[in-house]
């Protein structure tokens, strides 16, 4: 039986409630979304959290909210997905990178520090596989330089940093609700903030930038009219569907359960894993989240030992070709193989293998002797 490297887990209780709400009179722009926003709220310890059609959505509501604009600049480390650099540009902002450290696998806040200027306006750190990011270095970098700092958690939810959840420490953090991730709506992403105007900016801008609101109408000469609506800025149709958000409620009540289960099987790993010639493993950190797995296998042996575990019906995935090396970025900003070796070598050994909460330990041992036949 195929065993992917990530996979949702789907309840009889997140079905009911799904259907409960598909026989509603509401499927969108229902109470289903303000519930769903306050249930991550309160786990991460943030005052708001805005709800969105996607992680990418969330990010690019994260710029538009932070003030980045044409003519401005984003640091972020380029071992991400590319929606991270990819939402600064919807902004008409140019992302500039910096290497990260291999003991994290995340941005490496003295490498970043080196490529601030007054035009980086955002910082965005990624917490990479669940891994938290160290954020009070990147605090005090944003701090000095007067930029905004917004955390990339959409592989996070769940991780904890010195006690506190991940998505209360940056100005913004996004998460997303992709089938791999911590909890899933299928698509969907949300970001948390403790700053109002943050809150207020981004529920705008996902609904086309109208307001209803008769208190934030600039012509109160129609706050009466019933149907009356402002648009006041330039927005996306970013909006979250009901029977998303219930999706995503019920499978908060199982949240802390899934991360569990997530850091049994990478502690399994660990142990079982240890020693194998050709192999080291990913950092490790007490409040992980795993939303990953990572191995790294020398370079010669990493698309064998790829293409052996797809030949045994076991899932794997690179993450990720470094985003300076994608044509794109290579054709327009100039970027090529060699700036950023740190990420660069990560990228050449790296696999990730299969992590998610419906595992069993036999699927665990099956995954760790096809690695260790390979290998050994």
């Known amino acids: 039986m195929y065993l992917s490297y990530g996979h949702q887990w789907i309840s009889e209780d997140d079905i009911n409630e799904v259907v409960n ?11 289903m979304i303000e519930r769903f926003e306050n249930a991550v709220a309160d786990y991460v310890g943030a005052k708001y959290a805005v709800a969105f059609a996607n992680g990418t959505a969330a990010l690019h509501a994260a ?13 972020t480390a380029p071992m991400t997905f590319a929606a991270t650099s990819n939402s600064m540009l919807y902004v008409g902002a140019e992302p500039v990178f910096a290497d990260i450290t291999l003991e994290t696998c995340c941005l490496d806040p003295v490498e970043a520090e080196k490529k601030m200027t007054n035009d980086v306006k955002v910082i965005v750190p990624i917490s990479f596989a669940a891994y938290p990011v160290d954020i009070g270095a990147f605090r005090k970098i944003a701090n000095k330089w007067g930029a905004v700092l917004i955390e990339d958690g959409c592989q996070a939810l769940g991780s904890v940093r010195n ?6 420490e940056a100005d913004m953090t996004a998460f997303s609700f992709h089938p791999v991730k911590s909890i899933t709506t299928g698509e ?3 970001v948390t903030t403790n700053n109002p105007e943050y809150a207020k900016s981004m529920k705008l801008f996902r609904t086309h930038g109208i307001t209803k609101n008769p208190e934030e109408f600039e012509y109160t000469e129609n706050a009466s009219c019933g149907w009356y609506g402002e648009m006041q800025s330039l927005g996306y149709n970013y909006r979250l569907t009901d029977f998303q958000c219930v999706l995503g409620y019920s499978q908060m009540k199982r949240l802390p359960e899934f991360i569990e289960r997530r850091k049994e099987i990478a502690a399994l790993y660990f142990k079982k894993l240890d020693s194998t010639p050709h192999l080291t493993l990913q950092p490790y950190h007490e409040g992980h989240g795993w939303h990953l797995f990572m191995i790294f296998v020398d370079p ?14 076991i899932g794997a995935q690179v993450h990720y070709v470094p985003i300076h090396l994608q044509p794109y970025y290579r054709r327009m900003f100039g970027y090529r193989e060699g700036m950023f070796p740190k990420a660069e070598n990560m990228y050449k050994r790296e696999i990730s293998i299969p992590i998610f909460p419906a595992m069993s330990d036999s699927d665990v041992d ?3 002797e096809v690695i260790r036949g390979y290998l050994e």
């Open 21 to 31: 709400v598909l026989r509603s009179d509401w499927l969108s722009q229902g109470p």
């Open 63 to 75: 710029m538009y909210a932070s003030g980045l604009k044409a003519g401005d600049k984003g640091l």
């Open 163 to 168: 006690g506190v959840k991940v998505g209360c």
């Open 188 to 190: 969907g992403g949300m």
């Open 300 to 313: 010669d042996k990493r698309l064998g030992l790829f293409n052996h575990l797809k030949k045994n019906d």
């Open 366 to 368: 099956r995954v760790v």
